[in-house]
């Protein structure tokens, strides 16, 4: 099961304001943690919201309208997030409560969502051309 940990966006994060060596080596160490046991299958830090856009369609319908950042903190922004492959949610919750907190930088919060499971795999070309062939074959 993939889930998704979405570190909320702070005032220090949307200022830009970085973290100390302390939390950087943590993280950098929390992260091999993650992909040692072979669960991380994506880490990526955002930029602020300054640098971003927001695209909000009406209700009724019509057309889009485009905000330019910076936008809200209590919007829910997102700092970070860490993509993992887990068995369980217990599982899941147990690397979300590992992660490191940056000391001294205010109110820190992860959200760890579920994403939905692929309907289907990816299937390799290779397979498929194989199938077409072997179906065009068997018409024949």
Do not use: C
């Amino acid at each position: 099961m993939r889930y998704l940990m979405m570190v909320k966006a702070s005032g220090f994060t949307e200022a830009g304001i970085g973290t100390s060596r302390d939390y950087a080596a943590k993280m950098l160490s929390y992260r091999r943690d993650l992909k040692q046991a072979g669960v991380l299958l994506a880490h990526e830090e955002l930029q602020p919201s300054s640098a971003g856009l927001r695209v909000d369609y009406p209700t009724g319908g019509g057309e889009a309208e485009v905000w330019a950042g910076p936008f809200s903190i209590d919007q829910g922004l997102i700092a970070e997030f860490t993509l993992i492959n887990v068995d369980t949610e217990e599982e899941a919750l147990q690397w979300a409560l590992r992660m490191p907190v940056p000391a001294g930088k205010g109110a820190y919060g992860i959200e760890l969502r579920r994403l939905e499971d692929r309907l289907e795999q990816p299937r390799d070309p290779r397979q498929a051309a194989m199938e077409l062939e072997l179906k065009n074959y068997l018409q024949l």
